[in-house]
């Protein structure tokens, strides 16, 4: 078993549609990640939490630290919001910032 | 623009032959990082250097070396190519201060194919 877990793989929505995207994990942690790759492979972090929420326009990250889960939040998604979203944990235990990745979420919105 | 510059962003080996991956980042980072990226899988850390002067090996060092110049440059070398490094390397930089920080930033990648 994987120590993160996404779900789902893969999702296709329309414009305009709330987009729930979910992460889970089985090991402590210091920080979790949301990042995003788009088509070109470029590698963009959205956020960082430790606890509660953030948000960033149109993207809401949340996280609860007991129950080991974090969910990433896409209100009136457009087809520019097209990607892989990518959820990362920096564990307790490990030393140099080092981060364990999420296999990714295929996000397509068509308009 | 600050960021993480990497190089080559493509490249195709025959199987044995030897290249290095450069990486340079211009935010005064203290850890770089060099993962790679296989479909199906999630990215995997090669190796890291957590501060200049020190590396370690990651999850998948079979295969690799690496070398930290100095703070900002950090390089990967692939000896003896194999077809089953064919993949997309990320290098990566970060900086964290008392975990408050969320400084990490990645390079655009280097497809890397092995024939």
């Known amino acids: 078993k994987n120590e993160v877990e996404q779900s789902p793989q893969n999702l296709t929505a329309q414009e305009g549609e709330f987009i729930t995207i979910n992460c889970s994990y089985s090991?402590?942690?210091?920080?979790l990640h949301w990042l995003q790759q788009h088509p070109g492979g470029g590698i963009v972090s959205l956020f960082m939490?430790?606890?509660g929420k953030k948000k960033h326009g149109r993207l809401i990250a949340t996280i609860n630290i007991q129950e080991k889960h974090s969910s990433l939040h896409i209100t009136a998604s457009h087809p520019r919001d097209s990607a892989v979203y990518i959820c990362?944990?920096?564990?307790?235990?490990?030393?140099?910032?080092?981060?364990?990745f999420g296999e990714g979420t295929q996000l397509t919105v068509n308009p | 623009n600050a960021g993480v510059t990497q190089t080559p962003k493509f490249q195709v080996l025959k199987t044995g032959q030897s290249m290095t991956l450069q990486c340079a980042q211009d935010?005064?980072?203290?850890?770089m990082y060099w993962y790679r990226q296989d479909p199906g899988m999630g990215l995997r850390l090669i190796y890291y250097?957590?501060?200049?002067?020190?590396?370690d090996k990651g999850e998948v060092p079979n295969g690799y070396n690496v070398s930290r110049l100095n703070k900002r440059e950090f390089s990967l070398r692939l000896e003896s190519a194999a077809p089953s490094q064919t993949s997309v390397y990320f290098c990566?930089?970060?900086?964290?201060?008392?975990?408050?920080?969320?400084?990490?930033?990645f390079g655009s990648g280097t497809r890397l194919t092995v024939v």
């Open positions: 990566a930089s970060s900086d964290f201060f008392g975990g408050l920080s969320g400084g990490y930033t």
């Open positions: 090991v402590g942690i210091s920080a």
């Open positions: 939490l430790s606890s």
């Open positions: 990362a944990v920096r564990s307790e235990e490990t030393s140099g910032s080092r981060l364990t």
């Open positions: 935010m005064n980072h203290n850890s």
């Open positions: 250097s957590a501060s200049e002067g020190t590396t």
